[in-house]
């Protein structure tokens, strides 16, 4: 779904700046420029958020690619832009090994130039629910991990899973879709939904540096919840 930038002025004023490049440069070959991510869906903090950016051409030969260098490399250190490079005619067959990251561009996101081709990518529900529990099972794994590397420090073991929680937003968000459960886009709505649905406390997810014992007690019964109704939609 195409909607408006939610950014402040000036980062704006970059990203139209960076969309006047990109078309000068590519011309033709640029068949879609897009913004996803917090800079549409909200909570981005200018300084801290990236400018999340798909950049879709025809053709994706190294001159082609060369000429996004110096635009791509200007708005990254203006605004912290982060983009990926796609070719169009790669868009489709690729929907089943990346469900939620086309689902969360065609759900919500802001067209700079081009065309809007993401309305017609087509994924499936088989595709989505492996992908979720892959995430899932990951952060899970990784959390082990974090525990180890935190060697007891409270600070560590916060930056780890503030870090987790953002990221754990969409399989969360995907899987309350797949229960048939509606909830906002944020990172604090997907988790009181979930939470409320699965019977999760998780409150300390909400400001991780107060108690990190706590909020890392939150995400693990989070996770394992979240892998345990991935399981039973496969069971059905």
């Not at 991990?145 to 969360?172: N, Y």
């Not at 998780?202 to 394992?224: M, S, Y």
């Amino acid at each position: 779904m195409t909607r408006s930038l939610n950014v402040p002025a000036r980062v704006k004023e970059h990203l139209d700046t960076l969309t006047r490049s990109l078309e000068g440069a590519c011309g033709s070959n640029l068949a879609s420029l897009c913004v996803y991510g917090s800079a549409v869906r909200g909570g981005f903090v200018e300084g801290t958020s990236d400018v999340d950016l798909v950049v879709v051409l025809h053709d994706t030969a190294h001159e082609r690619l060369t000429a996004l260098s110096e635009p791509l490399m200007l708005a990254n250190h203006a605004v912290r832009a982060e983009a990926m490079v796609l070719r169009l005619n790669d868009l489709a067959p690729a929907s089943d090994v990346f469900p939620l990251f086309y689902d969360d561009i065609k759900s919500c996101h802001a067209l700079l130039s081009g065309t809007d081709v993401w309305k017609d990518v087509s994924v499936t529900d088989t595709h989505r629910r492996l992908r979720i529990e892959q995430e899932l099972r990951e952060a899970k794994i990784r959390m082990h991990r974090a525990v180890v590397d935190a060697r007891g420090e409270d600070e560590a073991l916060a930056r780890f899973v503030s870090r987790k929680v953002t990221q754990i937003r969409s399989p969360l968000h995907a899987l309350l879709t797949l229960q048939g459960t509606s909830c906002g886009e944020s990172v604090e709505a997907v988790l009181d939904a979930f939470g409320k649905k699965a019977g999760v406390v998780t409150a300390p997810l909400k400001d991780v540096r107060t108690n990190p014992a706590a909020a890392h007690a939150a995400f693990r019964a989070l996770i394992d919840a979240a892998i345990e109704a991935t399981d039973r939609i496969e069971a059905k």
